[in-house]
Structure formats: structure tokens, C-alpha cells
């Protein structure tokens, strides 16, 4: 084989291997971290069970990390050969209960919550983290961004007063030092009320990064923020 041959061969391997890495690089850009308030999230017209551990902790809880695009669309549903498996989660599954827990009802052990957010969720990033790493990954990301502490220190209490949405944003960025997205929903009366939080986190689960693109805010300029 001629040098010349060879450097080409040579060439177009490496080539191939960067086109490989930039398809894997590819499948999503960056994961939202999101938080619910659990207040919000029982104080409405469909109301809430509390899971069978019992009521969880007054405290922001993991809904989910969700691949998503830059262009704010998201990939869901990727691989149904990898469904959930509680058996690869037992060690996390104290923590799971504490941080994640499920308030749909009937009341449940969380585990079809924990399915649905792998089978839908986790599955898109499944050449980054398997299902062990995608749930660690999730509870590191809540001991790094303690949303409640945040509002807390700034005077901003879950006691069923309504705030300034701007105030709680600062005291977030004040706070957890990171710019979050905010969603509301509604109680019962048809109030606007703080819900979701939003942080965005780089394509290796690690690192909290800014935001590319924020969810839509609904909220009012003026929002509840529940007793749970
Ligand atoms: P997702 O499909 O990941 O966007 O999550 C939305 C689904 O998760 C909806 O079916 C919600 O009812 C459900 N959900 C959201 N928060 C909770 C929660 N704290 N407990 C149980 N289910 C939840």
C-alpha cells in the first residue's frame, strides 16, 4: 500500500470516528433540572395523594431532567428495550423517596413516577447516563441547588402569601446563583402560583449551565406561593 493510500485510509478513519462522536454530541444539547413545589402541586382542582412513605418534607422536589434541544423542543421516548428497572436504583431509593417523590394518586410506592420520567425522560440520554446514573445524576443536581433556602433567606415563605414573581427570581439568582425559568399553575380559585423551577444543566448531567432557552413563563406578575 502506498503512502499516499495509507494517509488517506488514515484520514477517512478519523473522519468517521469525529462524524461518530458528533451524532452521539447530537442527541440533545443540554437537560432542564426541574423542581415542583409539592404545595402547588396538590393545591389545585385535581388535587394530590401523598405516596405510601408518608407525606414528604416541606422542601422543592425532583420532577425531573429532561434532555432538550435549543430550539426548546425535546426528544422523548427513545428506547423502549431499556425500560425503568427499580433493581439498578436500590441504593438511591431512600433518597428517591425523600427527593422524589410521587403526589399522584392513588397513592403509590413513586415507583410509576420514577418509570415514566426514565421511559420518557432518561431514555434520550442513555448514551451519557444509564438508569443508576441518570437518577444520582438528578439527586447530586438538588443538594447543589437549594431553591427553598433561597426564597427563605430572601423572606419569601411557603405561607400562602402571594409575591412578586420578579423578587423570587432574584432571590433564586441570589441564592442558588444560577438564572432559573418559572411555571405556574393554579389553585382552586383560579390563582396564579409559583410551580416549577427551571435550571439547565450541561449534555453530561454534571455541570449547571445559563439557560440556552427558557420554558414559557404563564405565571402573573403576582404569584401565591402555597402551604404543603
Ligand atoms: P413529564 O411527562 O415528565 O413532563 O411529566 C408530566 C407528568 O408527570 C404528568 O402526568 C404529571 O401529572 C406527572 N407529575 C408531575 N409531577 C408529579 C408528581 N409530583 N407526582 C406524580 N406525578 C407527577
Redesign the pocket.
Known amino acids: 500500500m502506498s503512502f499516499f493510500t495509507r494517509f488517506l485510509l488514515i484520514n477517512l478513519a478519523i473522519f468517521q470516528c469525529l462524524s461518530l462522536l458528533c451524532l452521539a454530541a447530537r442527541d440533545f444539547d443540554f437537560f432542564y433540572f426541574v423542581q ?1 413545589w ?1 404545595g402547588s ?1 396538590c393545591d389545585t382542582r385535581r388535587s ?1 395523594c401523598y405516596p405510601q412513605a408518608g407525606k414528604p418534607s416541606p422542601d422543592f ?1 425532583i ?2 431532567l ?1 434532555p432538550n434541544y435549543n430550539d426548546a423542543t425535546y426528544p422523548s421516548n427513545c428506547d423502549s428495550s431499556n425500560l425503568f428497572d427499580p433493581s439498578q436504583v436500590s441504593d438511591l431509593e431512600d433518597s428517591m423517596q425523600r427527593d422524589w ?4 394518586c392513588p397513592s403509590s410506592d ?1 415507583t410509576k ?1 420514577w418509570a ?2 426514565w421511559n ?2 432518561g431514555t434520550c440520554a442513555e448514551s451519557v447516563v444509564d438508569q443508576h446514573a441518570y437518577f444520582e445524576a438528578a439527586l447530586n443536581l438538588k443538594t447543589q441547588a437549594d431553591i427553598l433556602k433561597a426564597l427563605q433567606t430572601a423572606g419569601i415563605n411557603p405561607d400562602g402569601s402571594s409575591y412578586s414573581l420578579s423578587k423570587i427570581k432574584s432571590a433564586i439568582e441570589d441564592g442558588v446563583k444560577l438564572s432559573p425559568g418559572i411555571t405556574c399553575n393554579t389553585d382552586e380559585s383560579g390563582n396564579s402560583q409559583l410551580y416549577e423551577v427551571y435550571f439547565c444543566v450541561d449534555s453530561s448531567a454534571s455541570n449547571f449551565i445559563d439557560c440556552p432557552v427558557f420554558p414559557d413563563g404563564n405565571c402573573d406578575s403576582s404569584v401565591e406561593f402555597p402551604e404543603f
Open positions: 415542583s409539592p402541586y394530590c422536589k420532577h425531573g429532561w417523590p410521587s403526589l399522584a413513586s413516577f415514566h420520567e420518557k425522560h
